[in-house]
């Protein structure tokens, strides 16, 4: 039986999960950093498997190093696209962002021991830099649906991890290649490079499921002005005669579209008046209306979870337990059974 690397096999695992992360796509804009970073992580791991499975060196000891240069700068531009919206030329972020590529070219040539150590700094301040921008938690991810705002959260926060995690691998492999003869390098790289590509890789896809909404036409937004008290009051009225929250793609930059107000004011406002993030405030609102639709109608629970604005039951059921602490059906039963409750929210 002809020897297969575990390289190969999650190689085929990673275009799986690339086909998958493509068919959820839907009307929106997809995060092709994302879906890209993927792929060039199925084809490093081929690489990976061709280097120490057959021993095969040449072209992928150029096309290596190349690639894994390309994947920080991938990683920090598919959490941007959640972020912010840039107004740099296209070409200006292309050319910012090929610099580590650029570097490790120039290395191929001039100083190839140099190469392992320049990925590994490229890795940590990619890292580091998107631990900045999520700094905020989940208010940071302006462009992200207010639904899936917690889940790419936590999936940008690995990817950080796994850049990390590589960067500490390619660390002990270059000191293996230069004091141990490389004893412990194939090892190394097959299981720790291997896993760092899945998690990275996996947070990817989980991450690019939030897309950022289309650009809308509502209002411009003013200058920073006005008291948490004002704002929250602002915000308070367009949910109660809009009912924004039902909109499925409404995200941070769009409610602040909407209400003609900086993003960051209406950030802090909810932030130290009710002591929770944006997004747990508006799934507050849907969860409430969930509720009196639960209580008032008989409806299935699956049209009340796209009525007030949620795409999938996995967040509709944990938002509802987290304000609730049970279940939409137990609500039901519970409200059939006694007198009515009111769910507590925070004004």
């Not at 289309?214 to 002005?225: L, Q």
């Not at 059921?317 to 059974?337: D, H, Q, Y």
Request: with cysteine; net charge neutral.
């Amino acid at each position: 039986m002809p020897f297969v690397p575990l390289s190969f096999v999650v190689a085929i695992l990673l275009l799986v999960l690339f086909a998958a992360a493509l068919r959820h796509g839907d009307e929106r804009p997809a995060n092709r950093p994302f879906l890209a970073l993927i792929l060039i992580s199925a084809f490093l791991s081929l690489l990976s498997g061709l280097r120490w499975g057959y021993g095969v060196h040449g072209t992928i000891m150029i096309l290596a190093p190349l690639c894994a240069a390309a994947v920080p700068p991938l990683a920090y531009a598919g959490v941007t696209e959640l972020v912010r919206r840039s107004r740099a030329p296209l070409l200006h972020r292309l050319a910012l962002h090929a610099v580590p590529m650029f570097i490790v070219l120039v290395l191929l040539v001039t100083w190839r021991d140099a190469i392992d150590m320049a990925l590994v700094l490229s890795f940590v301040t990619y890292a580091v830099a998107i631990l900045l921008l999520m700094r905020s938690g989940t208010d940071a991810l302006r462009l992200a649906p207010f639904e899936e705002a917690a889940p790419a959260y936590r999936a940008i926060l690995f990817a950080a991890l796994a850049l990390l995690l590589s960067a500490a691998i390619d660390t002990f492999v270059f000191f293996d290649l230069t004091w141990m003869g490389g004893e412990y390098a194939p090892p190394l790289i097959a299981g720790g490079n291997l896993a760092s590509l899945v998690i990275l890789s996996i947070a990817a896809a989980t991450a690019s499921r939030s897309h950022a909404a289309r650009e809308t036409g509502e209002a411009t937004v003013r200058s920073e002005t006005g008291s948490d008290k004002e704002t929250l009051s602002a915000i308070e009225a367009l949910m109660a005669t809009k009912r924004v929250y039902r909109d499925v793609d409404l995200n941070l930059d769009r409610l602040a579209r909407k209400l003609g107000i900086p993003a960051r004011q209406i950030s802090t406002a909810i932030n130290r008046a009710t002591g929770k993030n944006v997004s747990q405030y508006v799934n507050e609102h849907r969860i409430a209306e969930a509720c009196a639709l639960l209580t008032d109608t008989d409806k299935p629970v699956t049209e009340i979870m796209f009525e007030v604005g949620f795409q999938t039951k996995s967040n509709f059921n944990r938002e509802f337990r987290r304000v609730t602490e049970m279940s939409p059906l137990e609500w039901r039963e519970r409200k059939a059974a006694t007198s009515p409750i009111a769910i507590e929210h925070d004004p």
